[in-house]
C-alpha cells in the first residue's frame, strides 16, 4: 500500500508569483483534504475535495484553489503569493463512502515566500 | 466556527513517567476527535482518535478521555519512552474525516 506522497519538498518563490503543489493520494482513497501548517502552529483546513468538486472550505481567500484529478491525485495552487503564505502544506486522503474517514498525511510541502 | 486550545505548549517529562495534554473546543457540534503525532521532517500522524459517544479509549501506553458536557478532552501517554519525543496535536471536527480544527501543539520531550 503506497501512502500519500507530496511534490516537491521544498519551494522558494517571490512574492506575486504563483505556485503548484502536488498530491498523490494513498491506494484507495477518493477525498483530498489540503492544510496549511504555519510554523509553530497547528494545520488549518484549506479545502476538500471529493469527486473531482470542492467539498467544503476553510477560511482562505479565493487566490487559493485546487482541483482533483480522476485518479484522486490533487493539486494545490496559491496565486499571488504574500510573504505570510511561507508554511508547510500538508495533503491528507481518506475514503470518503457514505461518511468520512481517516485522514492521512503526507509529508508536506515546504513553501519560503521571499 | 470551531476553536480549539491545547495546553501545555511545552512538556519536559523523565523516561518512564506519564505526560498529559488538554485540549478545550468550543463547537458543541463537534462528534470526532483525534490526537496527531508529528515528527521533525514528517506529516503528522494519527495515535489514537475518541468519538462524541466514547468517554475513554485506550491503546496499549495511550489513552484518551473525552468530556462533551464541558467541552475538553485529554491526551495521556503513561511509562512514556524517548520514541515518545515528538509534537502532538489534538483536533476536533463535527464529522469524520472532514474539516480537521487542530490545537497549536505540545512538545513533548523525554528526557533519558
Known amino acids: 500500500e503506497t501512502g500519500v506522497t507530496q511534490s516537491p519538498t521544498h519551494l522558494i518563490k517571490t512574492r506575486g508569483q504563483q505556485v503548484t503543489l502536488r498530491c498523490s493520494s494513498q491506494?484507495?482513497?477518493?477525498?483530498v483534504s489540503w492544510y496549511q501548517q504555519a510554523l509553530g502552529q497547528g494545520p488549518q483546513f484549506i479545502f476538500q475535495?471529493?469527486?473531482?468538486?470542492?467539498?467544503g472550505r476553510g477560511n482562505f481567500p479565493p487566490r487559493f484553489s485546487g482541483l482533483q484529478f480522476p485518479n484522486y491525485s490533487s493539486e494545490l495552487n496559491v496565486n499571488a503569493l504574500e510573504l505570510d503564505d511561507s508554511a508547510l502544506y500538508l495533503c491528507?486522503?481518506?475514503?470518503?463512502?457514505?461518511?468520512?474517514?481517516?485522514?492521512?498525511f503526507g509529508p508536506g510541502t515546504r513553501l519560503t515566500v521571499l | 466556527g470551531e476553536n480549539v486550545e491545547q495546553h501545555p505548549s511545552t512538556l519536559s517529562v523523565q523516561e518512564g513517567d506519564s505526560a498529559v495534554i488538554k485540549c478545550t473546543y468550543s463547537?458543541?457540534?463537534?462528534?470526532?476527535f483525534p490526537w496527531y503525532k508529528q515528527e521533525l521532517g514528517k506529516g503528522p500522524q494519527l495515535i489514537i482518535d475518541?468519538?462524541?459517544?466514547?468517554g475513554e479509549k485506550k491503546d496499549q501506553r495511550i489513552a484518551v478521555t473525552l468530556n462533551k458536557t464541558a467541552k475538553h478532552f485529554s491526551l495521556h501517554i503513561t511509562e512514556t519512552q524517548p520514541e515518545d519525543s515528538a509534537v502532538y496535536f489534538c483536533?476536533?471536527?463535527?464529522?469524520?474525516?472532514?474539516?480537521?480544527?487542530f490545537g497549536a501543539g505540545t512538545t513533548v520531550t523525554v528526557r533519558a
Open positions: 463547537d458543541s457540534a463537534s462528534n470526532y
Open positions: 475535495y471529493y469527486r473531482e468538486e470542492e467539498n
Open positions: 491528507a486522503s481518506s475514503l470518503t463512502s457514505g461518511g468520512g474517514g481517516e485522514q492521512f
Open positions: 491506494s484507495g482513497h477518493n477525498t
Open positions: 483536533a476536533a471536527s463535527e464529522i469524520l474525516g472532514y474539516k480537521l480544527s
Open positions: 475518541i468519538r462524541s459517544n466514547v
